[in-house]
């Protein structure tokens, strides 16, 4: 067998070794946080927590106006730039 598809035929094993192993040990985040949660264990939260003060949205007739208002904007200055141009 080539050196190659030797090398596959042991990583697959590999893989497949370790996919079946009996014991998987813990990410080192899940170790970190299980050592931090041992000394100082996290306070219960609600479900989706109040986030504090939230700054109030504009109203989408807001922004609608706003874009409107730009492109309009655009739209009379380049006519206004067209009119005044020498031919």
Same mark, same amino acid.
């Given at each position: 067998?080539?050196? =190659?598809?030797?090398?596959? =035929?042991?990583?697959? $094993?590999?893989?497949? %070794?370790?996919?079946? /192993?009996?014991?998987?040990? &813990?990410? /080192?985040?899940?170790?970190? #946080? /299980?050592?931090? %949660?041992?000394?100082?264990?996290?306070? &219960?939260?609600? $479900?989706?927590?109040? &986030? +504090?003060?939230?700054? &109030?949205?504009?109203?989408? %007739?807001?922004?609608?106006?706003?874009? #409107? +208002? +730009?492109?309009?904007?655009?739209?009379?200055?380049? +006519? !206004?730039?067209? $009119?005044?141009?020498? !031919?």
């Amino acid at each position: 067998m080539p050196e =190659h598809e030797r090398d596959n =035929h042991e990583r697959e $094993f590999d893989l497949r %070794w370790a996919d079946d /192993a009996q014991h998987k040990e &813990p990410s /080192a985040r899940a170790r970190m #946080l /299980a050592a931090r %949660w041992r000394e100082n264990p996290p306070q &219960p939260q609600p $479900f989706r927590a109040d &986030p +504090g003060r939230v700054a &109030p949205r504009r109203s989408s %007739w807001m922004s609608t106006v706003i874009v #409107l +208002g +730009g492109i309009a904007a655009i739209i009379l200055l380049l +006519g !206004y730039t067209r $009119f005044r141009a020498p !031919y």
